[in-house]
């Protein structure tokens, strides 16, 4: 799969942390500029000129794997990320557990691409504004609390091969946004009443015998 022809996997029906990363996605798919809202980013990891490259990268499904990085097709792409260890807050056989998971909601831009194909007629980098329209799209979305925002390029791509973003800073057209917080959802489990074991009476053979 290419930038030029993205496809964002909606997963039906997910459970656990897949169901509010789709909420997420839902969300910010309302936004008119965002080209791709992705789910849940796992860590890629590809040998290019003898150096290793790790990245973030997006399952597409049967085994096609997108690389999530800034490029010139798109004019906005979004992922989430774990940043951590999910936390049970209420773990116990309950039908219904409270998790707690720090995760970090990455938005990737390109301002003149966001210009050409929305509308948008700004002669500065209008980088606050699109912030706005991320959070009012987060509003319906309490679970989603969020602790920080950061505009820095060593923030938004921590955790991975720094040098292949070829990024000191973000410079005109390119922006980003990394959303950093604790996604708080219940995780609904309808335990099942084990199956009482067969006793199959073919097993035994009884003998009886007529006394006198």
């Not at 707690?100 to 301002?111: E, S």
Request: with cysteine; charged share 20%; proline share 8%.
């Amino acid at each position: 799969m290419s930038y030029a022809n993205p496809n964002p996997l909606i997963i039906d029906a997910p459970v656990g942390i897949d169901a509010p990363i789709a909420r997420i996605q839902n969300l910010l798919s309302s936004l008119p500029w965002l080209t791709c809202a992705y789910g849940r980013a796992t860590i890629g990891q590809e040998t290019i000129a003898g150096s290793e490259e790790i990245f973030p990268e997006v399952y597409q499904g049967t085994n096609d794997y997108l690389r999530l990085t800034p490029n010139n097709f798109l004019a906005a792409q979004s992922y989430v990320q774990l940043e951590g260890p999910g936390k049970p807050m209420n773990y116990s056989l309950a039908a219904r557990r409270t998790w707690q998971y720090p995760i970090g909601l990455v938005v990737i831009c390109n301002l003149e691409t966001i210009k050409k194909e929305s509308g948008y007629n700004y002669n500065y980098r209008f980088t606050e504004i699109l912030k706005n329209e991320i959070l009012d799209a987060l509003r319906f979305f309490p679970q989603f609390a969020i602790s920080n925002i950061s505009e820095n390029p060593q923030d938004v791509f921590r955790g991975y091969s720094y040098d292949h973003t070829k990024y000191q800073t973000f410079r005109h057209p390119e922006a980003g946004y990394k959303f950093s917080g604790v996604l708080t959802f219940d995780d609904i489990c309808i335990p099942t009443k084990p199956t009482p074991p067969t006793v199959r009476l073919d097993y035994f053979q009884l003998e009886f015998r007529e006394t006198f």
